[in-house]
């Protein structure tokens, strides 16, 4: 294909993902700033009224607390992020392969057990913060209880990430680089997550005010729907948005710069000789971190069908609400966003620039639902749509972390399939065993990730749904706790996360450690790093420009990075 072809066809890709990024993300965005400078005038739906900052002037101050307890949340899984999780990887790593999976496989049910509403609600009905705190108290509650229940999910997120970034290490065996930026990148989106946080702050904190407990998004949250200061809450959200951009640019920035990909290999790929001493650390560093993993679980673990469904609320709809609406844009925002991977990572449309096209979506890398919750909602509200089945729809038809993964991921593996036709084996076919295939698993797992996070999303449906039949699982829950103490009987819990959906999800993340989590690798450097760039793909030479048949690269004579072909 020549290099005019290759761009067309690489853009074209891209387009889809582009036109979705500027519907979801940029008007949203455009339309928040301009909201946050108007008057909080119901009667004026249109915010016509200009204000200026005063909107700011007036919540800068809870705004930056509220980051502050978010900052806070955060604490225990940076812990994890930089100091837990990569010794566990690299001692299991440095143990040999049984170790190894033995040890990712071991974090499958805490991964898993994502249903952080039922698992909050949990500890609030059992007692375990006692009766309900002080509000001026509720604070510290609410970090012990995210940090213990959230501790086994993070670890094992990591440690699984980490014995990949292992795995791609120098020819010394050396992943260090590698594992250096993962952690930067894990620790970032840990951040993230909790600034947009609104489970806890819902769960275990009923007041709703200004408590040192409340993160932006349950600032948001409340004085948007809570206060009706729409115009306050845009402000917010714009605060919490500006930070959000900077941390997803920082972040695409180091991985464009640093060369990240993501390749597909022999499972033996970077293995290290056994080490007894490693054998025992990584067994004892696992055991540890299930064990508290365990006791922030067992509230829910021990209750999973939960107590019996309210009067009014019927099974299956509220089954439906939670699982179909998340289903229709998973599917679209994941095709869009491999397509778009594909379109940078493999066919290049930039040559060697190509993943500079990234910084069209990384200010929105991180952004999820909360900060634009309140145009979200006076979107629905012209269309007359809340309360209805489109309302429960995540409004994000490209899901941008994805995008950003699947680019690591072909771009890795072009560079493989390059490596390969040079070798002598054709173009054509290969693309489809080099490149395609190899990426459905991970299509697959991003998607039901993606999948499952917004069915566990909260702030979407307790906003723009009301009547019963269009609650989901989780707002049932939050209703049946009550505003203050302890429900009578245990919430419905099985609406959160059914007993068949967590033994599912168990088992196949136990067959994808094994069979393909275990085979990725994550490098780092350029082509012009040296002949290293390549260790892993067969031992095969450095790929040839003009290829075989069916290559991708320019038929000009020389390489995408601009070097004459040899």
Not at 16 to 42: E, H, Q, W
Not at 197 to 223: C, E, H, K, Q, R
Not at 368 to 395: K, M, N, Q, R
């Amino acid at each position: 294909m020549s290099r005019s072809s290759r761009g067309i066809v690489g853009f074209l890709l891209v387009v889809p993902a582009a036109l979705a990024l500027v519907v979801n993300y940029v008007v949203p965005t455009v339309r928040t700033v301009r909201t946050s400078l108007s008057a909080n005038d119901l009667d004026d739906q249109d915010f016509r009224s200009w204000v200026g900052l005063d909107n700011y002037r007036e919540l800068t101050g809870q705004a930056l607390r509220a980051t502050g307890h978010a900052l806070s949340l955060a604490a225990v899984p940076l812990l994890m992020i930089a100091v837990v999780a990569p010794l566990i990887a690299y001692l299991a790593h440095r143990a040999g392969r049984a170790t190894r999976r033995a040890v990712a496989v071991a974090f499958a049910l805490p991964m898993a057990a994502f249903a952080p509403v039922a698992v909050a609600a949990a500890w609030r009905f059992e007692g375990r913060l006692g009766a309900l705190p002080d509000p001026a108290q509720v604070g510290g509650a609410t970090r012990i209880a995210f940090w213990l229940t959230t501790l086994g999910l993070t670890c094992g997120i990591a440690v699984t990430v980490y014995l990949a970034a292992w795995r791609g290490g120098s020819a010394g065996g050396s992943g260090r680089r590698p594992a250096l930026v993962v952690g930067t990148v894990l620790a970032v989106a840990a951040v993230a997550v909790a600034l947009q946080d609104l489970t806890y702050s819902m769960v275990l904190n009923p007041w709703g005010v200004d408590n040192g407990a409340m993160t932006p998004a349950g600032t948001i949250f409340g004085t948007g729907f809570r206060l009706m200061d729409l115009a306050g809450a845009c402000a917010v959200s714009t605060l919490l948005l500006v930070v959000l951009a900077a941390l997803g640019t920082v972040v695409t920035v180091l991985l464009i710069c640093t060369g990240t990909r993501i390749e597909f290999g022999s499972g033996a790929l970077g293995r290290a000789g056994r080490s007894a001493l490693a054998v025992v650390g990584a067994v004892a560093g696992t055991l540890a971190v299930l064990a508290a993993a365990g006791y922030g679980l067992w509230p829910w673990l021990s209750n999973l069908g939960g107590g019996p469904v309210p009067e009014g609320i019927s099974t299956g709809t509220a089954l439906v609400n939670t699982w179909l609406p998340p289903l229709v844009s998973t599917v679209v925002g994941i095709v869009l966003a491999a397509l778009a991977g594909f379109g940078i990572g493999a066919v290049r449309p930039l040559g060697r620039h190509s993943e500079w096209l990234l910084l069209l979506f990384a200010p929105w890398l991180f952004v999820g639902l909360a900060p634009f919750i309140v145009e979200h909602y006076t979107a629905l509200s012209e269309l007359d749509a809340v309360g209805t089945f489109v309302a429960l729809v995540p409004p994000f038809f490209v899901v941008i972390p994805a995008l950003v993964v699947l680019t690591l991921f072909f771009r890795g593996q072009e560079r493989v399939w390059r490596a390969r036709v040079a070798a002598g084996e054709r173009g054509g076919p290969l693309v489809l065993r080099v490149v395609l295939l190899p990426a459905l698993p991970l299509v697959a797992l991003l998607g039901v990730i993606t999948w499952v996070v917004n069915a566990q999303s909260l702030i979407g449906p307790l906003a723009l749904t009301y009547r019963p039949e269009e609650l989901t699982g989780p707002v049932v829950v939050l209703r049946q706790l009550g505003g203050f103490g302890a429900a009578a009987e245990p919430p419905a819990f099985g609406l959160v996360l059914p007993v068949v959906v967590l033994v599912v999800l168990v088992i196949g993340l136990v067959v994808l450690q094994l069979s393909y989590l275990d085979r990725l690798a994550v490098r780092t450097g350029h082509d012009h790093d040296g002949a290293d760039a390549h260790r892993g793909t067969g031992g095969y030479p450095a790929p040839s420009p003009t290829g075989a048949s069916g290559s991708w690269a320019p038929a000009s004579g020389r390489s995408e990075e601009g070097r004459p072909s040899r």
